[in-house]
């Protein structure tokens, strides 16, 4: 069973930075494509961001992309979303899963419902 833990969530000025980690236990981590996913009070979930873990592309919406950088630190298990440049928008619980890397290949990135597994989220709140 695999299971993810969010951290890294908070406050934070328009401008600012922050930086979500994912910790992935269970499974074999180079198996897996892991995403961030965030979701705004009365919208819907939406995709954010991915990185393959085996070769380590990386997938982006076009809404935080030049702001945002998704990593891995495979000794760790563990992914980080390095977010600069942060706009009230960015406002959020952002959610980290997984999915075996062939799923992610096949169905893309941001298709939420081919991801097994999720984390609780943490809050992410930007003020103007």
């Known amino acids: 069973e695999v299971q993810l833990v969010e ?7 328009a401008g600012g930075s ?14 897996y494509a ?3 996913f965030r979701q705004a009070p009365g919208k819907e979930r939406e995709g954010v961001s991915c990185i393959s873990i085996g070769d380590g592309s990386t997938f982006y919406a076009d ?6 950088t998704i990593s ?7 992914v980080y979303l390095q977010m600069n440049s942060l706009k009230p ?4 619980v952002y959610y980290c ?8 290949i096949v169905y893309g ?7 097994d597994y999720w984390g609780q989220g943490t809050q992410v709140s930007v003020s103007s």
């Open 7 to 13: 951290s890294g969530g908070g406050l934070v000025q």
């Open 18 to 31: 922050l930086r979500l980690s994912c910790a992935v236990s269970g499974g074999t981590f180079d198996d």
């Open 34 to 36: 892991i995403a961030w």
């Open 63 to 68: 809404s935080v992309k030049g702001r945002f």
């Open 72 to 78: 891995s630190d495979n000794a760790k298990n563990t």
């Open 89 to 92: 928008e960015d406002t959020a």
């Open 97 to 104: 899963a997984a999915v075996h890397r062939i799923q992610q």
């Open 109 to 115: 990135s941001f298709e939420e419902d081919i991801y």
